[in-house]
């Protein structure tokens, strides 16, 4: 008699837990349905935002000059005199690249650095 009184009252809870769970899933679309009928109806209206100017540095714009300033101080540059001013440049600009080395027949400003110079910022550009 006694399993017959725990086996009842076993079936108590599953039919108590059913119950639960059936209720909590009913709950769900109507507590949807009270949450999208309650809401205000009424819309603010907001001030129209004025767009914002922003001001960027004139040479953060140009590529080329920061490659250009980069090549410059990297070809003045040795991996002797690492703490000189274009040493210090170039390695602020791309820490990742290595000095290059000092040979006895290099020049001490290459031509081409030199052209660069005398024509300007743009003087790759109309390729």
Do not use: N
Request: hydrophobic share 50%; proline share 6%; charged share 20%.
């Amino acid at each position: 008699m006694a399993a017959g009184v725990r086996l009842e009252s076993m079936r108590r809870r599953v039919r108590l837990s059913r119950i639960a769970i059936w209720t909590v899933i009913a709950a769900g679309p109507i507590a949807l349905c009270i949450a999208v009928t309650s809401a205000p109806t009424t819309v603010r209206a907001t001030t129209a935002a004025r767009p914002t100017t922003v001001r960027t540095a004139a040479a953060a714009a140009d590529p080329a000059g920061y490659a250009q300033l980069f090549v410059s101080a990297w070809l003045r540059s040795s991996s002797d005199a690492a703490t000189s001013g274009p040493a210090r440049l170039a390695q602020s600009m791309a820490p990742g690249v290595d000095l290059p080395d000092t040979d006895a027949d290099a020049q001490a400003e290459p031509a081409v650095v030199r052209w660069c110079a005398r024509r300007g910022a743009g003087a790759m550009r109309g390729r």
